[in-house]
């Protein structure tokens, strides 16, 4: 039982000891408007200054591990070589979680490019594929005696989605082949960043039981009750694009077949380069991460093409029953997660997995202080709960899930969001030096935590 966040969602000091600019903050100079009451990717809640106080609640509340990240732009400087400033803070992250016997979990990539390699054209451009598994090499050397668990890339199908074919992030792309080539060069850059990984361990420098993961949100695809062969081919390519592709990458170091003939067929393919299958052979994992908030309901396309006249796989189906997270606008569907387990349990039974993420973010939530102070976050603790349930049903039914993570441990900047909707067991006071406070939540999910050490669950 843990939490997760993320380093460029918290830890702020953005300008600290040579960190290089990131995507993030080109995009916050250039229109700080569109992030949520202009807070741009500056300030995090300060983890770089409060990490020992962090750290130190997390324990409190009894979490047995926790996810951040390292950001690629603190670790390395711009001619690709360790900023020992930016290595010194992580080291003292690692110590830190260490004296308070709390396991770090710790991902390379959280959908933070450094600025100089994205105006090099991003992961659109085979060189930044390279510079990432050059991160990753150093990393893996740094930190190898002091981390366990790590993951290459936290949700790889965001920026190709975002970025580059909804066009909804910064740079505004709405271009499908581009979004497949892009998502084309994160597989090559997971598979070669897992090389690395492989390397490096066999060379002593990691610990021996070390494990290298992928976190995706690997949401189970649904279609409405009686579907038409159209729906179903909808499905299958919205799973073949979110899910297999990465599945298989990771499974079997391949990508699906019915999706690269499928996109072939659309004039979509990715370029891929002779001695590309060699690396991609390399992307098999350890285990997998599974961030789950919602299901994906799609429908067969109500246009064949998109705006920019290609050719689109599905539409967005709304089911009548649904049951939204009115501030996210996410749908909430607990079931989700058993599906995701039965999935794993059928299709991949080898592999073991987690819950990376899971978890509800909520606007105001000043409404729900209590008289004392605390934020009474019933609504959040009913949300974990009933998610835990069919957690815990996937498993008596043989599903190999090892874990649960919540995200986020504790209030964080989520991107263009910034501080709108919070999903902390802990609250940060953005007006009152960044102090921390626990919610009702934390305090539940300590005891959650007790009874189950106790054996009472
Ligand atoms: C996930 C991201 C995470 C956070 C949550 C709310 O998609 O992995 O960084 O922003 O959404």
């Known amino acids: 039982m843990g939490a997760a966040m993320s380093g460029p969602q918290t830890e702020g000091a953005y300008k600290k000891d040579h960190r290089l600019e990131s995507f993030w903050d080109t995009w916050s100079d250039l229109s700080i408007s569109d992030f949520y009451n202009k807070v741009g990717s500056y300030v995090g809640n300060n983890f770089y200054e409060k990490y020992e106080e962090d750290i130190k609640l997390f324990k409190s509340i009894h979490l047995d591990s926790f996810r951040t990240s390292i950001q690629w732009t603190r670790l390395m400087d711009q001619n690709q070589k360790l900023n020992p400033e930016g290595a010194a803070f992580y080291h003292k992250v690692c110590a830190c979680a260490r004296e308070n016997d709390i396991e770090l ?252 993420e899971n978890g509800m973010g909520v606007e105001h939530e000043d409404r729900f202080r209590s008289e004392d102070g605390e934020i009474q976050d019933d609504y959040r603790i009913e949300f974990v709960e009933d998610h835990l349930k069919w957690v815990m049903k996937a498993v008596e039914e043989g599903a190999n899930c090892v874990g649960y993570h919540y995200w986020g441990v504790i209030d964080n900047w989520s991107w263009s969001n910034a501080f709108k909707n919070r999903y902390g067991f802990i609250e940060v006071d953005l007006m009152n030096n960044y102090t921390r406070r626990l919610k009702k939540s934390a305090h539940w999910i300590k005891s959650l935590i007790e009874q189950r050490d106790k054996g009472d669950n």
């Not at 077949?257 to 393919?269: F, I, S």
């Not at 052979?281 to 908030?293: E, H, S």
């Not at 689109?312 to 387990?341: L, S, V």
């Open 105 to 356: 979990f710790m991902n390379l990539y959280h959908f933070d490019m450094p600025a100089y390699l994205f105006a090099r054209g991003g992961w659109t451009s085979r060189e930044v594929v390279e510079a990432y598994a050059a991160y990753a090499r150093t990393a893996f050397r740094e930190f190898g005696k002091e981390i366990r668990c790590w993951f290459t890339f936290n949700e790889p199908i965001v920026e190709p989605d975002q970025e580059y074919r909804h066009g909804a992030w910064y740079p505004f792309v709405k271009d499908a082949r581009q979004g497949m080539q892009v998502q084309y060069h994160i597989s090559l850059a997971h598979s070669l960043a897992v090389r690395e990984f492989n390397k490096a361990k066999e060379e002593g420098y990691m610990l021996p039981d070390a494990q290298i993961g992928l976190i995706n949100a690997f949401a189970p695809p649904y279609t409405k009750e009686n579907p038409s062969p159209e729906d179903l081919e909808a499905v299958r390519m919205t799973d073949g694009i979110q899910n297999r592709w990465w599945l298989d990458l990771c499974m079997s170091g391949t990508l699906p077949k019915d999706v690269l003939d499928t996109l072939t067929e659309y004039g979509l393919a990715p370029e891929m380069r002779p001695g590309d299958e060699e690396i991609l052979k390399c992307g098999r994992v350890d285990w997998l991460g599974f961030n789950y908030y919602q299901p994906n309901r799609v429908q067969a396309p109500l246009t064949k093409t998109d705006e920019a006249g290609y050719p689109k796989f599905a539409d967005p189906y709304i089911w009548p029953e649904r049951k939204m997270n009115i501030y996210r606008g996410w749908e909430i569907y607990p079931k989700g997660i058993y599906d995701f387990g039965m999935k794993m349990k059928n299709e991949y039974p080898d592999m073991k997995f987690f819950i990376s």
